[in-house]
């Protein structure tokens, strides 16, 4: 299951250009790959350009597959199970070189950035999580999509 948000960039019209991002979009890991890897307008603006995306830090292709070996049982039976790496995550065949953007626009659709006209318009589009690039920093907002809570600011984990 995936846990939804939205990228974006506050605009000097106060208007919000932005991108979906689907997987993994808690402040304990989007907000801190953001901070890490995106932490300039300029970046945070060629992020969102490529429009809604899986991710925005992988090294995953829409071609990725989970690598598996073929175990022989003692009964002479077989089984396969995922080669995994000695950091205990599964190796993929078809990786990026380096990490990036999983956009949907890879895989042929057509996906481009939204542009809402404020923040209540960008904070109401049913995602669990909403970021603002703005000020030369990132905001995180829960969204509360799941309970009747308003939207609140919540931290990004410190990047160490």
């Keep these: 299951m995936a846990t939804r948000g939205r990228i974006g960039i506050k605009l000097s019209d106060g208007s919000i250009l932005s991108a979906y991002h689907h997987w993994d979009s808690y402040p304990q890991w989007l907000g801190v790959k953001l901070v890490e890897n995106f932490n300039s307008f300029q970046k945070a603006a060629e992020l969102i350009d490529g429009g809604d995306m899986s991710a925005c830090y992988t090294t995953h292709t829409w071609e990725s597959q989970p690598l598996k070996q073929e175990i022989i049982q003692p009964d002479g039976s077989s ?54 690039f703005e000020g030369g920093t990132w905001i995180c907002y829960n969204l509360h999509e799941f309970d009747s809570e308003e939207p609140e600011i919540v931290e990004i984990p410190q990047v160490l």
């Design 79 to 132: 089984k396969f199970e995922y080669i995994k790496d000695s950091e205990g995550q599964w190796i993929y065949t078809k990786v990026k070189p380096e990490p990036g953007p999983q956009y949907y626009s890879e895989r042929g659709e057509d996906c481009p950035p939204r542009l809402d006209p404020d923040l209540f318009e960008y904070l109401s589009k049913g995602e669990e999580f909403a970021y603002i």
